[in-house]
């Protein structure tokens, strides 16, 4: 064959293989555009997503930084030549052109104090520049304005005017959502303190007591009672962390039950079952330990002869689930449920207030579930997750003893 009949054949499948590329190209380019969906769709889309973005940076201590990180957002929603956002106290972010600042402030400042959106035409924002429209609209939070977005373009139209109104008030309600959560944590806080203000004085002095029991007759029992004492209290009265492990809980539990043992002598009983799979389970802090409180005072110490308390920390899969078991004098199924519905002040306070947290916590699922009456001594469970991403357990106190024994 001659060669310029080779060449041209060679010509032509070059050209054939690059008409089936473009046509399985074209193809493709088809069916992601019909994925997409409409013009509308992936508008709604754009928008939710630079939402979506700028959400995360406008809850928790917002800082100036995190401002102009939702304004670069923001500003890209509603299509501004520059976009500020001055925020309570007086925070202002500026997304663009620096040199809006002032108009900003002056302008946030306006629609603030009146509570409506404010519009300024024929800007002049520096010699020899382009004049500029800008519109402001409060942000209002809590039933007050607390500051304002203002968007800069040239020129402002209706749309922008009503679009910024919109992202305002969007941005007001995740203030109101940070300060709810602000308010979720103080409440925690707050409910903890309500924890260690119920451990009781009347606790405090039998240990004590028990402790001087035996600085004459058995001084090295006494010591270690001494250390046992402090182990409790430094965990019980830490100021740092709101969750904890199941390990620690126990090792706390530990300290509270041979406490509890010096008084109460063979006539408290303890068996544990415990996984050691779920030893690393985060938990709320405080949240073990007042069922077995519980347990002691309200279980067995009314009991003649005493009784026996088990404790059980299952592996359920994805689940610990831990439970509190008493043989003691039970409580009125009814009376259980006023307490837990918050009535009753003063009587069997942490188990409302664990069963309260763990419920704000990990939701309603996840409340203690009682099973008890009187005469048939009391169980008490609890059901958390293993995995809870952007939970972790405070840091243990390096002055603790690190055995770990549990009350045999």
Known sequence: MPESMLLAAATGVVAGALAVGLVVLLRRLV????????????????TLHLASRAAKHLRGDMTEADAARAGRHLRSMLGADSLAIVMPGGLVAVDGDEVVRPVAERLAAEATATG?????????????TAETDAVAAPIRAGGRA????????????????????????????QVELSEL??????????EVRALRAQISPHFIYNSLNAIASFINTDPAKARELVLEFADFTRYSFRRHGDFTTVAEELRSIDSYLRLERARFGERLQVTLQIAPEVLSTVVPFLSIQPLVENAVRHGLEGKEGGGRITITAEDQGAFAEITVEDDGVGIDPEVLADVLAGGTPGEHVGLRNVDARLRQVYGD?????????????????????????GRTAASVDPAARPDGRLVP
């Open 31 to 46: 069916v992601a555009s019909k994925e997409l969906g409409t013009d509308a769709e992936r508008a709604t889309y754009e």
């Open 181 to 190: 959560d602000a308010s979720r944590a103080a409440l925690a806080e707050a």
């Open 146 to 173: 607390v500051g304002a977005i203002v968007a800069f373009s040239a020129p402002v139209r209706a749309g922008l005017v009503r679009a910024t109104g919109e992202v305002a008030d969007w941005v007001a309600a």
């Open 116 to 128: 409506r959106s404010q519009v300024q035409r024929r800007i002049a924002l520096a010699p020899d």
């Open 365 to 389: 699922e996840h409340g203690l579930v009682v099973e008890t009456n009187v005469g048939s001594g009391t169980l008490v469970r609890m059901r958390v997750p293993k995995s809870q991403p």
